[in-house]
């Protein structure tokens, strides 16, 4: 996505501002499945769209219960409540007063005005990337659907607890005997969804190769495990170090913010993963594969 498909989108929310939108609306706006969008206008602006609206539904029904004679019953409607009840939570939580004071003089309020994308120098710092190509590769991979609103929510442990949930029930000891020693590694792998669907698939797996005992896959499918096909495609590929899975978000963040813009590749629609090497460089969290055009 480039800097103009979001002022595009930061318009579409502007002028659809009272109207029962959400990141999905959006996504279609601009053309993007809800995925790529969600992942991409959150890394750039620093907040989901549905945050971005909200934010800016707030301001607004603030500015009008100030300055009009509206009652707190409409102003909530109009804004997309269900309930007075529910929109003055919202509203005390914003701005620290609830909206009967709002009505009054002085009261102090927040004012979250529409955001303006403008291009700036970012980066100064080396970052290193690769470009390779993989044909159409095949993984087994213990599977679980999230939901989209869930990416780049640093609050939310979903993934990290899946991980913790398939170790626990020895999931992935199971697929790692699989493999030959030396060459157990792991993938996390994201599928981003088309259309309006409001989840994606995540999965923990292996590759399936010359060095994967094949004779087991159908007794594994048979047990809850997914195989994982990806198209052929290019990645842009970037190691990521460090002790946690901050690293990696950060990778994202530079991925979004100054390689695409730099180099004129875009992320597609197809499988992005992170490989975590049995037997990584020293101080490597992973690497992350992102499948990329270029524009």
Partial sequence: MSIQFIQQAICYMEEHICEDINYIDV????????????????????????EYIRKRRLT???????????????VAYKYGYESPESFSKAFTRFHGSNPKQAKQKGTKLHLFNPLVIKIILE??????????????????????????????DDSDHSIPDFWTEASEKDLIKAMKLLRREGKRDLYGLCRPVKDNETHFDYGIGIMIDDNTDITKLEQYSSNGYSIWETESTDYAVFKCFGSDGNCLGEVWDKFFKEFVPQTGYTQTDDTDYEVYYEHGENGLFCELWVPVKKD
């Fill in 27 to 50: 996504a279609n706006s601009v053309h993007m499945s809800s995925y790529n969008f969600h992942r991409t206008f959150s890394f750039i602006v620093g907040m989901t769209a549905n």
């Fill in 60 to 74: 607004l029904a603030a500015q009008e219960l100030q300055t009009t004679d509206i009652s707190v019953i409409e």
């Fill in 123 to 152: 980066g100064g710092s080396i970052m290193d990337y690769r470009i390779e190509h993989r044909e159409s590769q095949q993984f087994l991979a213990v599977v679980k659907a999230f939901p989209n609103e869930i990416i780049n």
